[in-house]
């Protein structure tokens, strides 16, 4: 242990800073040492693998918002997720939410956090805060200034944020084009597949450029969102009186431009409810980190299927601007009942099923799908 001499006292609480390095074999052992003030030392699968320099400052008594963060740019954890009473019924959300879902004012106690992974940077800082007393961390998928178009999204970093932070179950929303008529713009959908018509994006974290995620996954892709998470949304929606459809596929295309009429007409022969850009590969990404995600699809407007409805940037962002206070509802309402459900059963599902699919010795530990042992 490394100590720096910077203690104080300002009349309210004493500082003293130190840094600990320490492999996760190791931090299993000091569970011991934390027992006589915590029920239980979380030691999650959300722990990364190798040597870690951890910096966190120490305070007494310690604050609500004391974070626990690693100076290595790959890992940062919140205090209270490794050291926290009764954490055994918690779940930690995470939220990916697209223009005007980035308001952190929907969070209390909002913290934001830079962090940087193994595949990059994500989108934007991740801020952390609690909904309904549910830990709750929110990321802007754009960029907070929706600077950043949805094939130059880094996909992969935004989900290994997520999951570094300790993230157990994932809810996001995306604005969609509607291809038939009963879909109106302002109306929601909980989509239960999709189709991935984009030809450019980083769509695997089994692609050899990170040790910690060895082989080839060959993921399965249906069902292709969380069925029990799928149904918190829906049953909410219905609590909340919102205007949905429970069930559509959607096809995912590559973008930033919209679909010509001829690929509009086709997606709509195929049965698609909806036209996207950032659905995919998001839900994939999640699947083989083995956290649950479903996804709530605004609808901001007619596909170009429809001759009388001409789409244009402004006219999405105007309804997509009423569809935010609905979602912004829905994401309240939805995360307090999540709140409420065991979903270690369902993660140890998840992330079995992850692991199953990568074509690598079984022996071989793949660090972010071990699940705690009961």
């Given amino acids: 242990m490394e100590k720096n001499s910077d203690s104080h006292s300002d009349g309210k609480h004493s500082k003293l800073s130190f840094s ?39 305070r007494s008594p310690p604050p609500n918002d004391l974070h626990f963060f690693s100076s290595c740019s790959f890992y940062r954890f919140s205090l209270w997720r490794l050291l926290c009473v009764n954490s055994s019924n918690m779940v930690k959300v995470g939220i990916i939410g697209g223009s005007g879902l980035e308001d952190p004012n929907i969070l209390l106690n909002p913290t934001a956090i830079s962090i940087d992974t193994p595949y990059g940077q994500p989108s934007d800082h991740l801020i952390q805060g609690t909904i309904n007393g549910v830990e709750c961390v929110l990321l ?7 600077d950043i178009m949805p094939g130059n999204v880094n996909y992969r970093a935004n989900l290994w944020a997520l999951y570094s932070l300790g993230v157990d179950v994932i809810i996001a929303s995306t604005a969609c084009g509607s291809l038939k008529e009963e879909v109106a713009p302002g109306h929601l959908l909980f989509p239960d597949s999709v189709f991935d018509r984009t030809n450019s994006r980083k769509a695997t974290f089994f692609d050899g450029t990170f040790s910690g995620a060895p082989g080839v996954s060959h993921i399965q892709a249906h069902p292709t969102y969380n069925e029990k998470l799928r149904q918190v949304l829906i049953s909410t929606a219905e609590k909340c009186k919102l205007v949905h ?22 997606f709509k022969s195929w049965g698609a409810s909806l036209v996207n850009m950032t659905m995919m590969p998001e839900c994939i990404l999640a699947k083989e980190l083995g956290i649950p995600y479903a996804t709530t699809a605004l609808v901001t407007d007619y596909d170009c299927w429809k001759d009388e409805d001409q789409v244009t940037a402004a006219s999405v962002m105007k309804v997509f601007a009423a569809n935010v206070e609905k979602a912004k509802t829905l994401f309240i309402e939805a995360v307090a ?10 993660i140890l599902q998840t992330k079995t099923a992850a692991r199953q699919s990568i074509m690598i010795s079984p022996d071989v530990e793949v660090e972010f799908l071990k699940v705690p042992k009961t």
């Fill in 245 to 266: 459809h429970r069930t559509g596929f959607g096809v995912c295309i590559e973008g930033p431009r919209f679909s010509t009429k001829a690929e509009s007409m086709v």
């Fill in 140 to 146: 802007a998928r754009h960029g907070r200034k929706h």
């Fill in 337 to 346: 009942e999540i709140g409420k459900i065991d979903w270690s059963a369902e």
């Fill in 20 to 58: 600990l390095n320490f492999s996760f074999s190791t931090l299993r052992c000091f569970s011991s040492i934390f027992s006589k003030c915590v029920k239980k030392f979380d030691t999650s699968p959300f722990l990364c693998p190798g040597a870690i320099s951890v910096s966190c400052t120490a």
